[in-house]
């Protein structure tokens, strides 16, 4: 079975400050591992994805994220917060490219000016 | 990147009435469509798998009667929420799966049950 935990349900930062949001999970087999973004009241949108190829991921808006292995981290960086980044990220796992997807708990940042 | 529509993006009913959701793969055919329910400030709960052509295939937990889920083609799927009850209030987002596996989801359907 696959699980994430996201540590952290709010984090703030400056404009301008490194965003990290952090993400560690559990798998029996090798994982796949995303990042989707939740605007209000709006559906998900995919930030960038780990299917064991690279394991520092560039994704959209500026977002990467590095494949941990001997940590079970897939955390989520960005070097300069903009206010437009402020909104619930959801860190998921899935243990093959057909399996269900399970999101953790979330994490809202929240940037200010 | 594949467009996933979900309809109504709100819609409120009386409770006991039942209510449909929409959610159409507009640009690709997807045989397997997931259907989750999120509750204010927090994660996406998977409710049902959605295979076209065959039964829904439901989490535990999960009211199959309540929450009717039908796969007609290739680019439908509808979940009926009948009967409703305020507490079936929620947020329901849908998520279509391409041939290869990746996943993409719809803008959502706010549900509010007086």
């Known amino acids: 079975a696959q699980s994430v935990t996201q540590l952290g349900s709010h984090v703030s930062v400056s404009e301008g400050a490194l965003v990290l949001l952090r993400c560690n999970y559990s798998?029996?087999?090798?994982?796949?591992l995303f990042w989707y973004v939740q605007y209000p009241n709006q559906g998900l949108q995919l930030l960038l994805k780990?299917?064991?190829?690279?394991?520092l991921v560039k994704g959209i808006n500026g977002f990467e994220a590095e494949f941990k292995k001997s940590e079970t981290s897939f955390h989520l960086t960005k070097p300069s917060a903009h206010m437009s980044d402020a909104a619930e990220y959801f860190c998921a796992v899935k243990g093959s490219g057909f399996q269900k997807l399970v999101f953790g708990t979330g994490t809202r940042l929240l940037v200010s000016p | 990147g594949a467009v996933v529509s979900q309809h109504p993006s709100w819609v409120i009913c009386k409770s006991g009435t039942s209510v449909k959701i929409e959610c159409r793969s507009l640009?690709?055919?997807?045989?397997?469509m997931f259907w989750y329910r999120q509750f204010p400030k927090q994660s996406l709960m998977l409710m049902a798998t959605?295979?076209?052509?065959?039964?829904?295939?439901?989490e535990q937990g999960v009211e199959k009667d309540k929450f009717l889920i039908n796969h007609a083609s290739l680019t439908l799927s509808t979940l009926t929420v009948t009967s409703a009850h305020p507490e079936d209030s929620s947020f329901y987002i849908c998520?279509?799966?391409?041939?290869?596996?990746?996943?993409?989801f719809g803008e959502g359907s706010r549900l509010t049950v007086l």
């Open positions: 780990y299917t064991s190829a690279a394991t």
């Open positions: 798998s029996s087999v090798p994982p796949y």
């Open positions: 998520s279509a799966q391409l041939n290869t596996g990746e996943l993409f």
């Open positions: 959605s295979n076209e052509g065959s039964k829904a295939t439901y």
């Open positions: 640009d690709f055919q997807a045989t397997t």
